[in-house]
């Protein structure tokens, strides 16, 4: 909770005003700093530390999820450059090191980078970020007010507050002779408590104990063995360990029995979620609900995944041959992924199947293998004239497999007594108390499936371009791109299932043979995934290119890049059968201190085949300047316009009763639903900035600017409880720094910054307001040399 | 209706421009004097090794940028002297200084003569990005890095080495940038300007993340000059790590489209950075059964009229599982 600071102002008001009077009789002049000598070494060093304050209203929430900085002691800033004065420093000749954001910021960065000449280059980078994100609109599901009861889900039920640290370091030896050596080592972990959401009956919210360690070891050598010729050869090792565990911790209900429950976090009891009557006491505490409600009473979930990825790697790069300027490399990488014993444990119930407790165990195993060989070349014909030919071949394939167990036991209802088959108890007709309960609609009492699935993805690419320069002002090219794709999807599935007797005459074992006991069991293609299937599809993708571009004096800079591209086929329906893709920049410096400049980047897609009528576009249209026309003061701003437009024909189903008369009957022949809609989605966005420099003595420094993002926008809303959320928002953003010189080398800092998120929220909207507004004050103390 | 996007208009009118930009360029050109220094062919930019004078030469008249050459690491080539004189100090860069030295020194206060003196050594004013990025890579090209460099799209759009580095006025000491990162990619790139400061970005602005963790500044072999991670996957499962699989039940998209076939990788103004404020939506535009679709359709009991707003609240292991095919869990 970040603590509500009132008089925050007029205290930072107070103090700034005092040092402004204050410093004149300390100031320095000359604030050009040019480091201090240290024996062998000049050194630059700086250092910002203080304080920040903040004061904000609105959602807590999305506060965090979007900016997230809290209150307290920082370290803004440290920099550190050491340079050896004569470039032959005893242990090194050169070291920077950059840290910022430790305290409590959210974002945390090092950096260090070392070398010394001839002998080595070494650097390491540290990064830390907290990602607290609760944004509620994601996963909610938005239950609707006539539920009885009604239940409001006001944070997301994906919620997360994860951790992650990434360490790269890399060091390299003898970095300027023929033969060089590089080490590699990266680490990335990922961990923290999270929210997810997990479907038996109802969908319960599940505490995702979230943690993921990747560590990437490198070995790579770099020779000479040919004149303007370098080859390269690199070998990783890549090591994941996936070690997220899933609980229900969100039992907060409970049976008449007493269980504690979770029911789940859609609640809509005129479309039976969890059912149409959960609640049958809500005076107790825990309210009491009924046992005849889908519910979770325990759930836990393991499976440690480990995956080792091996990869080697050649390179070259040659301007061996007058003209021809040429670079490959070919990559070979073999994943293997497996889960030594997949453990997941469901207790509660499910009114659809009465199933009362699920285990569900076995091992997994997958292979990645991906290879891709890529081939650039340049011809040099002419001066002016050359020849480029780029070809990539990518392919991977992944074979994996699980082979898991699932055995279930059913009941009447949430508190019926869990009971096995036991053919002693049981007997013929299989109607006594003791034996099991079963509907049309359960499952195996005990499934076995093997699974095995296939996909796979072959790609060459050939990109050809002729590229000429009319004179030293202007040039182009123009091209033909070729991808040809084939993506191969396999699943095959075998399963043994057993069905007790009181089931065994339907379903999967009508006319099969029973066991001596009474039960059944019907072996063959898995009834736990879908239908075995064998796929292929193939693409070809054809590509117009061209390009200019133009610099007709040394103050003007304009370039254009276009591509149109014509498919035979897609992979999914969004994917575009053609596309066009404009990009324009022109740059106008008509002096060392104005500079002006505009981008157009056009992006337009259809897969407007019968049934799919997909159309999408991105268009952007934007603007800059910067003046500087002194080191008094400074201007810098822009405008961007941002157009995001979709619409595909989509067919769904909607409700139980009469649909609304906008949605038309689908048309596709054997849609399994009924509906036919147009899913829209139209965001435009303005996006305005400036910042604003003024130095109205040597020693004061003030800065403002300010930046907004005005977006509107509409979708296709299904949901009829869902607002149009994040597509129709204005987000403000000014800021001010005034930094006060106190002396040689020691600046006071004070910075604001105003965060004003007002999304349009309706009045109808349940899970509103996500809007907030936040004043982040810094003060700082800079001491640099 | 703005749906209807009228491509053959936006194709005429970017046909236009392009003429326009030709004829105004060619027109603007018309005018403009002939290059005043013609780089030689990279092959011969090095001269006999009796032309070079030297730095402590070249310092004696250009004090000012000897000092700021001093202090960087450049400056290193001058340690290396078996190579000779031609990759070392400023006429590594510059060129042989002989004739230039000669003519400056004979030129006295004439003008026309010290005009012309200045033309005989190599200055990087007004050269072809190129033929400058040359220059550069004729020692910068000792990695996989920098080995596509001729093809990438800053060299084929005539950016140069020097647009981004200044070897001599550098603001960042590191790699001698002419400017931090983001803001050195934002001076051209202003749309992503706009893109990182929507609500839902990547912490490129915080100084988490840079644009080269992603792209490859200087080429690479992926459209976009997109970096991928060790084992040739995408780029972005170098960070999310728990996303890259495989899984036993991969959702193919990501493997085959990308993530960009659901995300928006700089930033969007929906959460997650998805495509599509409504996720039911951006599953249905692909789970609707069509002829030729490969995604299965949605069955008759996914009711969109008040329950499953999100598609992930029941499939939340939407970009892989390895229990279950419908990313239950």
């Excluded at chain 1, 640290?165 to 972990?189: H, K």
């Excluded at chain 1, 999914?572 to 157009?600: A, C, E, I």
Aim: overall charge neutral; glycine content about 6%.
């Amino acid at each position: 909770m970040k603590l509500k600071t009132s008089h925050l102002g007029w205290w930072i008001t107070g103090l700034t005003a005092a040092l402004f009077f204050i410093t004149p009789a300390l100031a320095q002049d000359d604030q050009t700093l040019e480091g201090k000598d240290w024996g062998d070494y000049h050194v630059n060093q700086s250092i910002e530390v203080g304080w920040r304050g903040t004061s904000f209203t609105g959602n807590n929430d999305v506060y965090d999820t979007f900016v997230n900085l809290g209150q307290g002691a920082r370290l803004f800033n440290q920099t550190l450059e050491m340079r050896s004065k004569d470039h032959q420093g005893l242990l090194f000749d050169t070291l920077s090191l950059t840290n910022f954001g430790y305290g409590g910021d959210p974002n945390n960065f090092s950096m260090l980078r070392i070398s010394k000449n001839k002998w080595y280059d070494f650097s390491a980078n540290f990064r830390r970020d907290r990602n607290l994100w609760n944004y509620d609109l994601l996963a909610n599901p938005l239950n609707p007010t006539t539920s009885n009861p009604s239940v409001i889900i006001q944070s997301s039920p994906h919620s997360m507050a994860l951790t992650r640290r990434m360490g790269d370091y890399n060091l390299t030896l003898l970095p300027q002779s023929n033969i060089r050596v590089r080490l590699g080592y990266s680490r990335n972990t990922n961990e923290g408590p999270s929210l997810t959401t997990y479907h038996v009956g109802t969908e319960a919210l599940l505490f995702q104990e979230f943690k993921a360690t990747t560590n990437n070891y490198q070995v790579g050598i770099d020779f000479k063995v040919l004149p303007r010729t370098n080859f390269s050869y690199d070998q990783y090792l890549n090591y994941y360990k996936g070690d997220s565990t899933w609980t229900d911790n969100n039992l907060i209900y409970a049976l008449p029995n007493g269980q504690l429950v979770d029911m789940g976090v859609s609640w809509d009891t005129k479309n039976n979620s969890p059912c149409a009557k959960p609640i049958v006491n809500p005076t107790t505490t825990p309210i009491t609900v009924s046992p005849k409600c889908s519910d979770f009473s325990y759930y836990s979930r393991t499976g440690p995944v480990r995956t080792a990825s091996p990869t080697e790697q050649l390179s070259f790069q040659s301007n061996y041959f007058k003209n021809v300027d040429m670079a490959g490399r070919v990559v070979y990488s073999s994943s293997g992924s497996s889960i030594a014993d997949f453990n997941e444990l469901f207790q509660g119930y499910e009114s659809r199947t009465l199933a009362r407790q699920l285990t569900t165990s076995g091992p997994v195993a997958i292979n990645r293998t991906a290879v891709s060989a890529d081939y650039d070349v340049t011809f040099t014909i002419t001066p002016k004239f050359r020849i480029v030919d780029e070809f990539r071949f990518a392919y991977f394939r992944i074979p994996g497999q699980n082979d898991l167990t699932t055995s279930a036991l059913f009941g009447s209802s949430a508190t019926a007594t869990l009971v096995g088959f036991d053919p002693a108890t049981c007997p013929p007709p299989y109607t006594a108390k003791a034996c099991p309960v079963h509907n049309a609609s359960s499952e195996a009492d005990l499934a076995t499936s093997i699974s095995s699935i296939f996909l796979g993805q072959d790609t060459k690419a050939n990109t050809f371009q002729l590229e000429y320069d009319f004179n030293s002002h202007l040039g182009g090219r123009i091209g033909h791109r070729y991808r040809h794709r084939i993506i191969d999807q396999r699943n095959v599935a075998y399963g043994t299932s057993t069905y007790d007797p009181t089931l065994a005459k339907g379903g999967p074992c009508a006319g099969a043979p029973l066991n001596p006991d009474g039960s059944c069991t019907v072996s063959g293609p898995s009834t736990q995934t879908l239908a075995n299937f064998d796929a292929s599809t193939t693409i070809n993708e054809n590509s117009l290119l061209l390009g200019l571009w133009a610099r007709p004096t040394d103050k003007v800079r304009l370039s254009y890049d276009q591509e149109w591209m014509y498919a035979d086929n897609t992979f999914t329906r969004v994917s575009p059968r053609q596309f066009q893709h404009y990009k324009f920049r022109s740059d106008y410096k008509p002096k060392q201190w104005l500079n002006m400049g505009t981008t157009f980047n056009i992006y337009e897609a259809r897969n407007n085949v019968y049934q799919v009528d997909h159309l999408e576009h991105t268009r952007n249209y934007g603007a800059y300047f910067n003046v500087a026309p002194t080191d008094r003061w400074s201007l810098d701003g822009g405008y961007n316009y941002t157009s995001i437009f979709s619409q595909t024909n989509i067919c769904f189903i909607f409700g139980s009763g009469a649909p609304p008369a906008v949605f038309p009957a689908c048309t596709i022949v054997g849609s399994p639903v009924t509906l036919q809609g147009l899913s829209i989605y139209n965001n435009k966005m303005n996006y305005g900035y400036f910042d604003f420099m003024v130095k109205p003595t040597k020693r004061v420094t003030l800065r403002v600017g300010y930046s907004i993002d005005d977006v509107t926008g509409n979708t296709l809303i299904l949901n009829p409880n869902s607002p149009t959320g994040p597509l129709d928002y204005k987000y403000h953003r000014p800021f001010g720094t005034l930094d006060i010189a106190l002396a040689r080398g020691v600046t006071w800092r004070t910075s604001w910054g105003y965060y004003d998120y007002n999304e349009m929220d309706a009045s109808t909207d349940p899970t509103g307001p996500r809007s907030f507004r936040g004043n982040l004050v810094n003060l700082s103390l800079v001491y640099s040399f | 209706m703005d749906s209807k996007m009228k491509p053959r208009r936006v194709s005429a009118a970017m046909t236009l421009m392009i003429f326009a930009c030709l004829l105004g360029t060619n027109l603007i050109t018309a005018g403009t004097p002939a290059q005043t220094n013609p780089p030689k062919p990279i092959q011969d930019f090095r001269g006999d090794p009796a032309d070079y004078v030297g730095m402590d030469t070249c310092k004696a008249c250009h004090s000012d940028m000897y000092d700021s050459f001093e202090k960087t690491p450049h400056w290193k080539t001058t340690l290396n002297p078996s190579k000779g004189p031609e990759w070392q100090g400023c006429e590594a860069c510059h060129g042989p200084g002989k004739k230039h030295v000669d003519a400056m020194s004979e030129a006295g206060n004439e003008a026309a003569k010290i005009e012309a003196g200045r033309k005989l050594i190599f200055s990087f004013k007004g050269v072809p990005a190129a033929d400058i990025s040359k220059r550069c890579l004729s020692c910068h090209t000792y990695d996989e890095e920098h080995s596509n460099f001729a093809r990438q799209a800053h060299n084929i759009n005539n950016v140069s080495c020097i647009d981004c580095h200044s070897p001599h006025h550098a603001k960042s000491a590191d790699f001698l940038l002419r400017e931090k990162q983001p803001l050195l990619c934002y001076a051209c790139h202003s749309e992503v300007r706009a893109d990182f400061n929507k609500p839902f970005h990547h912490r490129v602005n915080e100084g988490l993340i840079k644009c080269t963790d992603c792209h490859n500044q200087h080429g690479g072999f992926l459209t976009k000059q997109l970096r991928s991670t060790a084992a040739q996957d995408m780029v972005c499962f170098k960070c999310h790590t728990d996303k890259a699989g495989p899984f036993v039940y991969e959702h193919a998209p990501v493997k085959t489209e990308g993530c960009v076939a659901c995300h928006t990788p700089h930033a969007s103004s929906n959460p997650r950075l998805l495509r599509r404020s409504q996720v039911n939506l951006l599953c249905l535009e692909c789970h609707t059964l069509t002829v030729d679709s490969g995604a299965p359709g949605t069955p008759s009991f996914h009711n969109q009229s008040a329950k499953y707003q999100a598609c992930t609240l029941c499939h939340p292991m939407i970009h892989g599982s390895n229990a279950n095919r419908f990313f239950f869990q």
